[in-house]
């Protein structure tokens, strides 16, 4: 148990639809980030937030934001849904972030748009 | 950027040694590895930083050519348990700011 906790486990949708992803991160940790992992590739870096703050951006579609609140819990929201949106996707906590300190992925939300 | 790694794919018995290879056309200033079991979440090997820290696991070892700009990851005597897929991610700062970014993977199978 990495401490990172994800909801929901399973979310089934449709196009066009809208969805938010939670992420609770370890306690102590202020960093989040989130990555997408589609079928048989990588882990595709998305955006990190430290302490409330936006951080790092990667290749997040304008479709897709995500917040960090002040109880350090992060958001994902993925808008106007498309097929090729359906991904695991992963949250991580870290203590402060940056490349010295690991990270520790919650279990993910598996999203299938039908 | 994204590193490279090498091989794709591996499969061994239980008790031989693989080395996974992560290469990267820049610079590294750290370089992370996890491995990731079918339907589960990444779990956090080691980092290997430039100037020779390494901050990891106990029975996994791994190397940093900063010149050569690669990482090796050395899994000696296998378990079954080693199976999975392993990932490095790749980090050309000590920015905070900056992002790790990971490649596509090894699959490693071990057979018993």
């Known amino acids: 148990d990495s401490g990172v906790t994800q909801t929901p486990k399973h979310l089934i949708t449709a196009t066009g639809q809208r969805v938010t992803l939670r992420c609770s991160p370890r306690?102590?940790?202020?960093?989040v980030y989130w990555y997408q992992q589609s079928l048989d590739q990588g882990l595709q870096f998305l955006i990190q937030?430290?302490?409330?703050?936006?951080?790092a951006k990667g290749n997040i579609l304008e479709r897709f934001s995500a917040q960090q609140f002040p109880d350090l819990h992060s958001e994902l929201n993925l808008s106007s849904l498309e097929l090729g949106d359906s991904a695991l996707y992963f949250c991580?906590?870290?203590?402060?972030?940056?490349?010295?300190?690991?990270?520790?992925f919650g279990d993910g939300t598996r999203l299938s748009i039908l | 950027q994204q590193p490279v790694q090498s091989p794709q794919a591996v499969i061994l018995r239980e008790g031989e040694d693989a080395v996974i290879n992560c290469s990267s056309s820049?610079?590294?200033?750290?370089v992370h590895w996890y491995r990731q079991k079918h339907g589960e979440a990444p779990v956090f090997l080691m980092i290997?930083?430039?100037?020779?820290e390494q901050k990891g696991h106990e029975k996994i070892s791994a190397s940093f050519n900063e010149k050569k700009q690669q990482s090796s990851l050395y899994l000696t005597a296998s378990q079954l348990s080693y199976s999975g897929t392993y990932f490095c991610?790749?980090?050309?700062?000590?920015?905070?700011?900056?992002?790790?970014?990971f490649g596509k993977g090894t699959r490693l199978h071990i057979l018993p």
């Open positions: 991610g790749t980090d050309l700062t000590s920015n905070r700011d900056d992002k790790i970014i």
């Open positions: 290997l930083l430039k100037g020779g």
């Open positions: 306690s102590g940790d202020l960093s």
């Open positions: 991580a906590s870290s203590q402060e972030g940056g490349s010295v300190q690991p990270q520790h």
């Open positions: 820049k610079a590294l200033y750290s």
């Open positions: 937030y430290y302490n409330g703050e936006e951080r």
